[in-house]
């Protein structure tokens, strides 16, 4: 999910922190001020995403703006929220503590999102605010004077609607001027803090050097969170003084922490009294009106499953004609290069190989962008977090909350996604067990083989849309349902204890923002294209090497795949699959899956071409149909469709989500048992149904 841009040499750039609440459309300003000019990363030895973007200010001087993750609070409480504090104070080696901050905060909300607004001022960088989504503060009849704002905190102020673009030139224009830093803070510290602040900011300008202008921020943070002095690296002396302040406090039945939250929002309630006019009270507002549908216990779940079932309609319908047009491209450049190019292993490396491989997964790009498509305008309009909401009362039956769901249903797309977003979650043993579940539910890479077997398994030139959809709706529900039942198997055996309750917030629903959406759905084709040009070209190339030799001797009566090395490695793990209704070939395709699932699709292409290289243009599913066992009988039945099926819905083939794992639970000892009760799994379910089918005389 990268895409380039053009650096300049960071000391001649100006750098900006992006810095807001969750839900306060961060992302959304920073996708418009940058576009394309974006390179997306994880910061080192974590998995948290480091999103740095480019833009040019109206004079032309090129800014860098680091999107840093949504928080609540600088004060940490997972590993999102850590990552903020840290950069915005300046300790990670590999990023430089920004030069100014743009603050977003979402307008509609303004008491809340001053809340981390007013730390970010302790800091004493230069800083902008942002009023977002001021439209949906004045529906609900807010009325914010921005120069009154500004005028309290001593920073520019900026009224913004980034899904419209409205605001962004006015914000241009503010970082592209200099700015002082914060004025004197105005909120007061309780008085018995006083001293203990006093003595902790000189010890931490002496003996740690720190800055005075964050010296402040810094001595705060280590009285009121006795666990950030320990990963801040201080002088003992420091040390001691901290330590010496806890006890105290202890002992006087004194509480820092809220101490402090008390005094910060009695300044945030006189600053709201004095800068904001409320609307009228109990008048519910349209996001009220919707959720009273959306959320419904009987209208929330009929509406929620109809939205799933349009998204799988469109991928066999909307996505249907750019696929077509896809596959008869990569035909009509395999015949090209076939009529242009002599007779030969070269030829066939780039027709049977190169391009069967390549091209066997391109095809389903339009499909896996529908599908990018409807979680991006889920995630957009505010419905994600109320899919969380309906799904908590079934959640909270297999030891988890709704909040787990969210993880869960980005895992649609993509499974790394999804287990990153796990880092929300703040009881440890839930995290885990969403991270171990995530993989269940199907993600982008299956839909390809997916959408094989299913044409595969209705092969007439005319099936409805709705019943394939049905199909790929039900392998969904599989995939969803098994991750529960293993989710509260884990939580009765591994993973004991209490079933945590929902606390969430549910942002306003929101006018997606197409352009947004659409930005997403570049970066993610950016990955999926960059991966079949990278990954899944060498492993065809590779594949294809495996299945054309060594050359079978042209006495030889036996067909070359049998003879090749990948046909000895597929047949010798036949016995061990052969229960499932698959033949050596599929075991091909299944070994190879393993870097990514949808290999599966690119090396049954390569291994049907190689052995019968005749007429590459025939679609692979005709091939498979035909393909025969040795006595006779068809290989590709309707009951090994289903059973292959079931096997890619719950088999655990995807190196980079073990990768993933690992670098999440800092262990090998998860991702390792992660891939054996998934593998277990889908071995058992292909084996019951197969079996089960034969027994019934399927």
């Not at 899904?163 to 018995?192: D, F, N, T, Y």
């Not at 810094?218 to 801040?232: F, G, I």
């Not at 050359?551 to 597929?570: N, V």
Request: glycine share 6%; charged share 15%; proline share 6%.
């Amino acid at each position: 999910m990268t895409s380039s841009v053009n650096a300049v040499p960071q000391a001649r750039v100006t750098t900006f922190a992006l810095v807001g609440n969750p839900n306060c459309g961060k992302t959304t300003l920073f996708n418009a001020l940058t576009g394309m000019r974006q390179m997306v990363g994880n910061y080192p030895g974590v998995t948290v995403e480091k999103k740095v973007g480019e833009m040019f200010s109206l004079h032309g001087e090129p800014i860098q703006i680091i999107d840093l993750p949504g928080a609540y609070s600088l004060s940490p409480r997972s590993p999102d929220e850590a990552i903020t504090r840290d950069v915005l104070m300046g300790r990670l080696a590999d990023t430089r503590q920004p030069d100014q901050i743009v603050c977003v905060l979402d307008a509609s909300n303004l008491e809340r999102n001053l809340f981390l607004a007013t730390q970010v001022l302790d800091l004493g960088l230069p800083t902008i605010l942002v009023l977002n989504m001021m439209d949906l503060a004045e529906a609900k009849g807010f009325r914010i004077d921005t120069a009154a704002l500004a005028k309290e905190l001593g920073v520019p102020v900026v009224a913004c609607q980034a899904s419209h673009k409205v605001g962004i030139i006015e914000l241009k224009q503010a970082m592209g001027r200099s700015h002082p830093p914060p004025s004197v803070r105005q909120w007061r510290v309780p008085a018995s803090m006083e001293p203990a602040l006093a003595e902790l900011t000189t010890c931490l300008t002496t003996e740690n050097k720190i800055g005075r202008s964050r010296v402040f921020s810094e001595a705060l943070m280590y009285l009121t969170d006795d666990k950030s002095s320990n990963e801040a690296g201080l002088s003992s002396r420091c040390q001691h003084v901290i330590e010496d302040f806890h006890q105290r406090f202890r002992q006087e039945g004194f509480d820092c922490h809220e101490a402090v939250v008390t005094a910060r929002y009695q300044y945030i309630q006189e600053v709201c009294d004095r800068v904001a006019r409320a609307g009228a009270a109990n008048t519910p507002d349209l996001s009220d009106r919707l959720d009273s549908v959306l959320t419904h216990p009987i209208w929330g779940w009929t509406i929620f499953l109809g939205l799933m079932g349009v998204m799988f309609f469109s991928i066999f319908t909307l996505a249907n004609y750019p696929k077509e047009w896809i596959e008869s491209g990569f035909a009509a450049l395999a015949n090209a290069i076939k009529s242009s190019m002599a007779a030969g292993d070269l030829r066939d490396l780039i027709t049977d190989g190169a391009l069967a491989g390549v091209g066997g997964v391109l095809v389903f790009l339009p499909q896996i962008l529908t599908l990018f498509f409807f979680i991006g305008l889920l995630e957009d309009t505010g419905y994600m977090a109320r899919a969380a909401f309906i799904m908590d009362r079934l959640m909270s039956r297999v030891g988890l909350h709704g909040k787990s769901f969210i993880p869960m249903l980005s895992s649609y797309a993509c499974a790394i996604p999804g287990i990153m977003a796990t880092r929300t979650i703040e009881n440890p043993k839930d995290r885990l067990v969403t991270i171990l579940v995530a993989p269940l539910m199907s993600c982008s890479a299956r839909l390809p083989v997916y959408t094989l077997m299913i044409a595969t398994l209705l092969p007439a030139q005319k099936v409805p849309a709705l019943q394939k959809a049905g199909i790929m709706m039900a392998l969904y529900l599989f995939g969803t349902a098994t991750a529960f039942f293993f989710a509260w198997l884990f939580k009765k055996t591994l993973m004991r204890g209490e079933t945590p309750v929902l606390i969430m917030e549910l942002p306003p629903y929101r006018r997606p923002s197409l352009p947004s959406v659409f930005m997403q759905m570049i970066s993610r084709s950016k990955l999926f294209v960059k991966r079949a040009g990278t990954v899944i070209l060498g492993l065809s190339i590779l594949l294809w090497f495996l299945a054309a030799y060594p050359k079978a001797g042209t006495g030889s009566a036996s067909p070359q795949l049998a003879q090749s090395f990948a046909g000895k490695i597929g047949r010798s793990i036949e016995p061990i699959i052969k229960p499932l209704g698959f033949d050596w070939k599929i075991g091909i395709g299944l070994i190879s899956s393993f870097a990514a699932r949808e290999v599966f699709v690119s090396t049954m292409s390569i291994v049907y071409n190689v052995e019968d290289s005749s007429d590459v243009t025939l679609p692979l599913r005709d091939t498979m149909l035909k393909e025969k066992w040795p006595d006779g009988t068809a290989v590709f039945t309707p009951l090994v469709c289903i059973s292959l099926m079931a096997f890619y819905v719950l088999a655990m083939q995807c190196v980079s989500t073990i990768a993933v794992v690992r670098r999440e639970t800092n262990s090998w000892r998860w991702p390792l048992f992660q891939l054996f009760y998934m593998t277990g799994a889908a071995y058992l379910a292909s084996l019951v149904i197969y079996q089960t089918g034969r027994l019934l005389g399927f």
